[in-house]
């Protein structure tokens, strides 16, 4: 009789530890080569850039604002990992912090990533397909694929901003920032600058470097930087 008192007690007890469980799920992420700047609540930080589809070069990449426990990010490689979800019972979670917990199983795939074949410094030969025969004060061109940053000089001012995204063909930048002083002769720069901003698509070779409109033309080709 006594046992049988004590069973809903027993009953009580154990669904309420069913309703404060937490559950758990695996989940596979790619995670791409660089951070990028976000807003992490508290301030400025720098976040990865994760997406779960496999098709990596096309894919939406999306900030991942949390800590992926046992993960190593290496910048300049692309990692395919496998990663554990763990919801936490709401009630143990600080308000600033995520209610999931993200820990590394393992990494599936590491792989160097093509666009670093572009991170480098480019100096302007051609623009619309017509070859810059000056040898002063010509464009030039920084890609920071690490820091998705680009910079360089437009043949009179100096421009920085971000670069969006990237994948092995196509690229898009962000706002250009430029100074904005007046040479002498305007005609390059203001050249470079309204191709600049139609580029859709890039391609390498060897030491040149093509950019592309939509159209598939050619309005801007470089040449590496010894």
């Known amino acids: 009789m006594k046992f049988l008192q004590n069973l809903p007690i027993i009953i009580l007890a154990t669904v309420l ?7 758990q799920v695996t989940s596979t992420y790619w995670v791409n080569s660089a951070k990028v700047d976000c807003d992490a609540g508290a301030g400025q930080a720098t976040c990865l850039q994760v997406t779960k589809s496999d098709d ?11 800590t992926i426990n046992g993960f190593n990010f290496e910048p300049g490689y692309l990692q395919k990992i496998e ?3 763990t919801t936490l019972d ?5 308000a600033d912090a995520s209610s999931i917990k993200y820990d590394l199983v393992k990494v599936l795939e590491k792989k160097q990533d093509p666009k670093l074949a ?3 410094i480019w100096a302007t030969t051609h623009i619309n397909g017509e070859q810059i025969e000056s040898t002063k004060n010509v464009p030039t061109l920084e890609i920071n694929t690490t820091e998705m940053r680009a910079s360089g000089t437009n043949g009179c001012n100096n421009y920085t901003g971000e670069i969006k995204n990237i994948n092995a063909s196509t690229i898009e930048f962000g706002a250009i920032a430029s ?14 600058d309204k191709a600049f901003n139609t580029i859709s698509t890039y391609k390498k070779e060897g030491v040149t470097l ?15 930087v010894d």
Not at 17 to 23: E, L, Q, V, W, Y
Not at 56 to 66: D, G, M, P, R
Not at 90 to 94: I, L, Y
């Open 118 to 120: 572009i991170h480098d």
């Open 17 to 23: 530890s069913s309703c404060g469980s937490t559950k």
């Open 56 to 66: 990596y070069e096309n894919a939406e990449w999306s900030l991942f604002y949390s």
């Open 90 to 94: 709401s009630e143990n979670v600080p």
């Open 83 to 85: 990663v554990t979800e």
């Open 179 to 192: 100074t904005r002083k007046m040479c002498m002769d305007m005609a390059i720069p203001d050249s470079f």
């Open 210 to 224: 093509s950019f592309y409109n939509e159209s598939g033309d050619e309005v801007l080709r470089f040449k590496k």
